[in-house]
């Protein structure tokens, strides 16, 4: 909680830090940067600092965890911290470089600011720090002590023990671990972060979502990655391209324990659920669904998934599999570029109207590019269902946390 003269001074400067906020971030990153190389060489995504997004996010959470407190002095905002700290501990993050954040983003702030921060000012936007940083540090350290990792050491080698193609753009790679202890436990909808070591000697890590439910007992994991090609002025993504174009059967990939939270939980048993994906966010959905229909999920299941065209469409006949498994399971698929004799309703991009009525208490799980996910969510808020059992899980910074 804020005491209440930072509270006060918090609420008064906060027009003034949240339009200054871009700028000192971008600061912020450039002296952490020069200070420590290595932390944007193996630790931080390259791709996104060059693409400006991961900045966006941390600047938008910390503007909004201020905002929270300012408006809800003794809550927490459990969901955003959530989202961060499984963010931190899939990527080994450790309470030690709180203070290297901490020194870097307090100086961009003094020399973005100037004089307006009064030591006043200062203290109080330092107890906002503070205040964040350790509900981080304390959830990462629960999420570090479940999955058994020492000394926030989340990284294991897992063999490449099959690779299937399933479009022309996404491979599946299966892995075990190696040595003796067993596959880390998981829940579905988790991702796990992969780090490769590119030709320029950088160790980078990417998230991917486990794409299968494992089966019980089994030791055998998959992730399935989508190439990221050069667009207009953007180039090829560099993991993905790294896996797709360098990783075969044998091979051996470093690995963390899973994390997420984007997870089916107590209160989906047997509830109507709605799983609705987009392209590559077809991964965590296809996992949910083999654990549904592995558990016998008796309650109504809608799966709806937009691509592109069917050949674009990866884990179409896991996707369609599964669903069809579930004893009040429906699938509809839409495509842009259908095949001859795909139902003309599903042509186009997802659209819920076209479906039957979702039935009441239905529980939404979303995944994929934003501007379906804020169509989709909208559809779903204008169809009744509670904002609070919508969830989602975006690939890339989660730029939604900014606004709350
Ligand atoms: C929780 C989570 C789960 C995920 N699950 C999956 C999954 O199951 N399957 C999957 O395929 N992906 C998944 N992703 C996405 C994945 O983590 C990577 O983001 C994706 O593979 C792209 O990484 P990359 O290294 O290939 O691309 P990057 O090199 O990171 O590039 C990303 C984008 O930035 C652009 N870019 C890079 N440099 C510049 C520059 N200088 N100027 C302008 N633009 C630039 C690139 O062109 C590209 O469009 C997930 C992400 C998250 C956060
Ligand atoms: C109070 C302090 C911090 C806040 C508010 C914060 C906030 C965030 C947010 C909002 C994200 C994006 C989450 C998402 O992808 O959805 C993120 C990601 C990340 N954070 Fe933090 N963070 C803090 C401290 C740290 C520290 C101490 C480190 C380690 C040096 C760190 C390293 C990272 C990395 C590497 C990522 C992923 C970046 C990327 O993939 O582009 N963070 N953080």
């Not at 309703?345 to 979303?366: I, Q």
Request: some cysteine.
């Amino acid at each position: 909680m804020l005491s209440e003269q930072s509270a006060a001074t918090v609420r008064a400067t906060l027009p003034v830090v949240g339009a200054a906020i871009g700028d000192i971030t971008e600061r912020f990153y450039e002296r952490l940067f020069t200070a420590r190389p290595e932390l944007l060489r193996d630790l931080f995504n390259r791709g996104n600092q060059a693409a400006g997004t991961q900045r966006q996010a941390l600047a938008g959470s910390i503007a909004a965890f201020a905002t929270y407190l300012v408006d809800h002095p003794d809550e927490r905002p459990d969901v955003m911290l959530h989202r961060i700290a499984h963010k931190h501990a899939s990527l080994g993050v450790t309470p030690e470089q709180y203070p290297t954040v901490h020194e870097h983003l307090f100086a961009a702030i003094a020399e973005v600011l100037g004089d307006a921060v009064t030591p006043e000012v200062g203290a109080a936007w330092d107890e906002v720090y503070w205040l964040m940083a350790n509900a981080l540090i304390a959830i990462e350290a629960r999420l570090y002590a479940e999955q058994g990792a020492v000394g926030c050491d989340t990284w294991r080698e897992w063999e490449v023990v099959g690779r299937i193609e399933e479009t022309a753009d996404v491979a599946t790679f299966q892995l075990r671990p190696l040595g003796e202890a067993p596959a880390p436990g998981f829940r579905a909808g988790q991702y796990v972060s992969v780090q490769v070591q590119l030709d320029d000697g950088a160790r980078q890590i990417r998230q991917y979502s486990l794409s299968g439910a494992g089966g019980t007992g089994s030791s055998v994991r998959q992730i399935s990655v989508k190439r990221v090609t050069a667009g207009a002025g953007t180039p090829e993504g560099e993991v993905s391209h790294h896996l797709h174009a360098r990783v075969r059967e044998g091979d051996v990939l470093r690995l963390s324990a899973p994390y997420g939270d984007l997870v089916l939980d107590a209160a989906d048993q047997d509830a109507p659920l709605l799983l609705a994906s987009a392209g590559i966010g077809v991964t965590p959905m296809t996992a949910m669904l083999e654990q549904l229909a592995a558990t016998g999920h008796r309650g109504p299941v809608t799966v709806v998934h937009a691509d592109r065209s069917p050949a674009e469409h990866a884990l179409r006949a896991d996707h369609a599999a599964y669903a069809g498994k579930l004893p009040h399971g429906a699938a509809y698929f839409f495509y842009e570029r259908p095949d001859e004799g795909h139902p003309a309703e599903l042509t186009g991009l997802a659209d819920l109207t076209a479906l039957p009525p979702l039935p009441a208490g239905t529980r939404a799980y979303l995944c994929g590019p934003l501007p379906f996910m804020r169509a989709v969510r909208t559809q779903l808020l204008g169809c009744g269902v509670a904002a609070a059992d919508i969830h989602y899980e975006v690939f890339g910074p989660d730029l939604w946390l900014a606004q709350g």
